[in-house]
């Protein structure tokens, strides 16, 4: 099983409590979160309103079709569907960043 290194645990927390910190909540909920069972629909009314946000192109490379919605800081590592957290890219761009923070 892959195992987190000290280095990689340590950058996850800091990106964790930068997360939390511009929520204005406290770190333990931001971890607590990451752990829970959680849904990962995003309402159909916070994806229109991203893409309108965004122009309906991604954000990374301008491309306007096979669209996706991405979680900045991600889901799995405690992210919520604020719209601050969410933007539009590719599905190309989006598998490229695959989990990795920010």
Do not use: W
Request: hydrophobic share 30%; aromatic share 8%; net charge positive.
């Amino acid at each position: 099983m892959f195992a987190l290194t000290y280095r990689m645990q340590r950058r996850i927390s800091k990106a964790q409590q930068h997360y939390a910190k511009q929520l204005g909540v406290q770190l333990e909920y931001i971890k607590k979160r990451s752990k829970e069972k959680r849904n990962r629909k995003i309402q159909a009314a916070t994806r229109k309103a991203v893409f309108n946000r965004d122009e309906h192109s991604c954000v990374l490379c301008g491309k306007k079709s096979d669209l996706t919605i991405d979680h900045i800081f991600p889901f799995s590592k405690g992210g919520g569907h604020e719209l601050e957290n969410l933007r539009v890219l590719c599905k190309s761009c989006n598998q490229y960043k695959s989990d990795a923070l920010f």
